[in-house]
């Protein structure tokens, strides 16, 4: 297609990742601002599964993950604007989960995907709900990996956290010579470990693969943006969250870690409000399971969360006789 490139894998950093990574081939999609790159897996008429990773990770998140589940779908695993080998956006624009919701979309509308079902993770799951809200029509099967499909905010604290989230990006221009730090390859690995210590070593190496771009002669620097970092100023409340969930028309799989989102929250407020978006997707007779493991579990230990995943897409998609094959 003209507006889809793809190019074999290149080879990665470390040879663990390239090793559970699967036949996978590289995917790049044009964006206005640049390009929108990621993964490819499986059969060029298998149903497409769009899978969206957390925040500050990339579509390497999937490496172990994919090769467990069915074989008869075509799994698109992209690295979200600003994050792995993905272009960043342009100066003095926020990253947001509405901004994400436009960019599969455009992924989308690049395949030609008229129906597609999402695998998303933490951050990739809100999109992932957002994008089955406004566009139900578009989502046949959704999967949240440890995550609600929406993160509410205390009505009272969304002003605090919208003007805290403008004054980092303006601080943050104002520092116009603030550059990457350079590391070696070994102190990149104790980076990511020390701000992650629930990943395992395999999958850091795993996440490094997209996360890391060589500096000539000096060492290596990470791949996203640092504005990732700022606080998202779009925020919305518990009963905004509600409102969107009912609108989801796709089948729902939210699959919990005992060890995991429930248990980092920065904002007290919303272990309560994931609570009562789990009991409504019950109500609304979609699957909720808790399974062993912290929040990344679905890399660490994918053999735990393969078996649902796997069963889900085949009841759900798979076996429909109205599940229609897509060229990518």
């Known amino acids: 297609m003209r507006a889809l490139r793809q190019t074999s894998r290149s080879v990665g950093l470390h040879a ?135 993160l509410p905010t205390d009505s009272k604290e969304i002003s605090k956290v919208m003007r805290r989230g403008m004054d980092e990006l303006l601080q943050f221009e104002k520092n116009t010579e603030e550059k990457k730090r350079v590391y070696t390859y070994e102190k990149a690995v104790e980076r990511l470990s020390a701000a992650n210590p629930t990943l395992s070593e395999q999958s850091v190496h795993i996440l490094l693969e997209r996360g890391l771009v060589r500096v000539e002669g000096a060492g290596f620097v990470f791949s996203r943006d640092l504005r990732v970092n700022f606080k998202d100023i779009v925020r919305v409340s518990l009963e905004q969250s509600l409102e969107m969930q009912s609108r989801i028309q796709a089948s729902v799989l939210a699959v919990q870690a005992e060890e995991g989102y429930n248990k980092i929250f920065s904002e007290p407020a919303q272990k ?7 009991q409504c997707l019950r109500d609304r007779n979609h699957r909720v399971v808790t399974v062993p493991g912290d929040h990344c579990i679905h890399l660490n230990n994918p053999e735990i969360v393969a078996p649902f995943v796997s069963d889900f897409l085949r009841t759900h998609v798979l076996s429909s006789s109205t599940s229609l094959k897509h060229n990518l």
């Open 16 to 150: 663990a990742a390239a090793a559970v990574a699967g036949d996978a081939s590289e995917l790049s999609v044009p964006v206005p601002w640049g390009e929108i790159r990621g993964k490819v897996w499986g059969p060029d008429h298998g149903h497409p599964v769009l899978c969206l990773h957390g925040w500050a990770d990339n579509c390497g998140t999937f490496n172990t993950l994919i090769p467990l589940l069915p074989k008869e779908c075509r799994y698109v695993a992209v690295d979200l604007a600003g994050h792995g080998r993905s272009s960043h956006s342009p100066p003095g624009v926020f990253y947001s989960l509405p901004a994400h919701v436009l960019d599969v979309h455009r992924v989308a509308d690049a395949l030609q995907l008229k129906k597609f079902s999402i695998i998303g993770h933490s951050m990739g799951a809100d999109i992932a709900g957002m994008v089955s809200a406004l566009y139900p029509e578009m989502v046949d099967a959704l999967v949240l990996l440890d995550a609600y499909g929406f």
């Open 272 to 278: 309560v409000f994931a609570s009562t978006l789990l």
